[in-house]
């Protein structure tokens, strides 16, 4: 269950409230910003990485658990960098507070019994919300650091897809009010 303190809402309208920012010697223009995009496909979790120092090196060699795990971030970021060019935002300089709403759609097996309305196995809600924020991090935000509201579903839905948006603050409210909106219907 999603709960939503009144305390996350006013830090939201607070930070909201901050006009003027400085960002690379430039003024951010502080305006709020909200840009939603969807992108197809099957999505990856970020998954673990191993280190290993082969015999007779000096330094680590890291490699991923999946190699679908790379066109997958290459996806969300080329379709990230497309969304971002068509609206025109900036990226949002690194004291700006960011939220992000994640919904991920993913095949129902063919042996999940209808009565299973959502996906409850693998991939892990965290690694999958990891591998996107990884990948939009310096297109609409510095660092995925500054991700301080994430409100992330998973979904059985056609076509496979997640749905992003990213929002700085104001427009944080909005997506929490409907998120919290959304949750007490499904838990009524």
Sequence with gaps: MLAVSSSLISRLRAAADKTQRSYA???YSGEDMKITFQVFGHPEP???????VPKGWKRPIITSASAKQKPWRQEVTRTAIDAAEKSGCEIIPRETAVAILLNFYLLRPPSKPK???RP?????WDKLSRSICDSLTGIFFEDDSQICDAIVSKHFGTPERVEITVATAGPAVEMVEQSKARSLELFA
Excluded: I, L, W
């Design 25 to 27: 010697g430039e003024k």
């Design 46 to 52: 970020q998954g673990s990485t191993r280190a290993f």
């Design 115 to 117: 009565r299973v309305t």
């Design 120 to 124: 409850t196995t693998k991939p892990d």
